[in-house]
């Protein structure tokens, strides 16, 4: 019985596989990153964008957030406030309802929709009610207008050009190609998407009036959607949760589905898949449409076209709601409470932590002896004396019902750059699966403007090894 040193599988997405014996493999508050040419492995492993306390605003939690001119506007709990790069917060008035909101914004209006009851426009120091129309379900801008989708009906309004505080009793027209009804709208390019439940409509600017825009050629797609607010766009495409309960990609007229069958299926089984909520931010060169429903979240990476999961500790999703890209800084909202949060790769707590499940490991039949497990990772940036930097090594060899082994690693003293994460004697099976949790953070010194700051950040992964023998 020799034993062999061997290259992993290395995980490159969330593969929620229907069985746990097909496979378990999962990034959770991680996600794949393509290495350059030469490097130790084709791709690394990066912990994912943190949310690091900013500030809090209200009573939370944070319903909707927009970027207005020099100001941040959040309906937090009962009350829209708007909040200064300072973190000045300033009381506006009260928004009715509970549940999340949506809003669009010119350089000093802000219009937010409460879905199902009342509309309004806000200035840095007012608020009022916007007559003529209720119950909306979505908003958009579009060559200076604002547009919104009314709930249970196929009527899309429009606001006076570059004046959001007023809608015109006759400013709309009917998205009626079929008789679906309204689910919400995006801006994508010279076009007006207007989302419905069984189709698209695409509308563009004709220069009439009272409602400009008109429907365009071709101008209905055969795919509708599932959630209002799982619609986000951003300089490239819109994405949505169709109504099959599918994620789609709008690019021009083209839909494709960017959701894996795994994807998918977990999507199938949700509950309450029509209250999902999206984002969609770039950092890093990556561009990320965050899925959030109740019990879980998904984030495709439009720079890969990998699936990845992120999680709260204290929850079975992500905690945020909202975002926005204000004074240098990715700001999202609480889902539960009240903080205001920049997300931050350098920052840490026990609220994120990274888990890596590798596929399965196994032997085409014989029973295999697992000698040594080695993780090719940086080492020698945690500093002991503050924190505590280490890895937690697992395994399951039922598919996943249990877990066991708890076997700690070290990520090395600070400036031990060269030691290996080794674990040995990790006993012998005939199918198992690895997984790697994140239980502290490393501390690296960081020079900057000839200024010393300390920076918390989780190490980059590259490719797992296993020395292995097969038993005859």
């Not at 220069?207 to 959607?225: A, D, H, N, T, Y």
């Not at 799982?230 to 599918?246: E, K």
């Not at 990476?301 to 709601?321: F, M, N, V």
Request: hydrophobic content about 35%; proline content about 4%.
């Amino acid at each position: 019985m020799q034993a062999e040193l061997q290259p992993l599988h290395q995980p490159k997405q969330a593969a929620l596989s229907r069985s746990g014996h097909v496979s378990l493999e999962r990034l959770i508050n991680c996600y794949v990153v393509p290495n350059p040419e030469g490097a130790p492995s084709p791709a690394s492993i990066h912990g994912s964008d943190e949310p690091a306390s900013w500030t809090t605003v209200g009573a939370g939690p944070i319903r909707g957030m927009v970027r207005a001119g020099q100001y941040v506007y959040v309906v937090s709990g009962p009350t829209l406030y708007r909040v200064d790069s300072g973190k000045g917060v300033f009381t506006i008035g009260g928004i009715a309802g509970s549940g999340v909101v949506r809003m669009i914004a010119s350089t000093t209006q802000v219009l937010i929709a409460v879905p199902g009851s009342f509309v309004y426009v806000a200035t840095p120091t007012t608020l009022a009610i916007v007559i003529n129309v209720s119950s909306i379900n979505g908003m958009a801008q579009q060559d200076g207008y604002g547009f919104l989708t009314q709930q249970g009906t196929d009527q899309v309004w429009a606001t006076n050009l570059d004046d959001l505080d007023t809608v015109a009793a006759d400013a709309f027209t009917t998205a009626d190609a079929f008789t679906d009804l309204c689910m919400g709208c995006a801006s994508k390019g010279r076009n007006l998407v207007v989302f419905k439940e069984e189709t698209i409509e695409l509308l563009y600017n004709a220069g009439l009036s009272p409602f400009p825009f008109v429907r365009g050629q071709p101008g209905v797609i055969e795919r509708g959607c599932y959630a209002s607010g799982s619609i986000s766009a951003d300089a490239d495409s819109v994405r949505f949760l169709g109504n099959d309960r599918r994620v789609y990609e709008l690019r021009g007229y083209e839909v494709r589905e960017i959701s894996t069958p795994q994807i998918a299926y977990r999507l199938a089984q949700a509950y309450s898949p029509e209250s999902a909520e999206a984002i969609t931010y770039s950092k890093w060169g990556h561009t990320f449409y965050v899925l959030s429903l109740s019990y879980f979240t998904v984030v495709y990476d439009t720079t890969t076209g990998l699936w990845h999961e992120r999680k709260s500790t204290s929850l079975a999703r992500w905690g945020i709601h909202g975002y926005v890209n204000a004074f240098g800084k990715h700001l999202v909202g609480d889902h539960d409470g009240n903080t205001v949060y920049a997300l931050d790769d350098t920052q840490s707590s026990t609220e994120y932590i990274p888990q890596i499940v590798m596929a399965p490991l196994f032997g085409g039949g014989p029973r295999v002896v697992c000698d040594e497990l080695y993780v090719d990772i940086e080492t020698g940036t945690t500093n002991s004396e503050t924190l505590e930097s280490t890895i937690l090594l697992d395994w399951s060899e039922d598919d996943g019902r249990t877990w066991v082994g708890q076997r700690t690693g070290s990520l090395g003293s600070i400036g031990g750059y060269g030691q290996r994460l080794r674990w040995t004697r990790l006993g012998s099976f005939y199918r198992r699966t690895f997984r790697l949790t994140m239980t502290g953070t490393g501390v690296e010194q960081v020079g900057l403007a000839g200024v010393s700051n300390t920076l918390l950040r989780y190490p980059v992964m590259q490719q797992p090894y296993a020395k292995l023998a097969v038993l005859r």
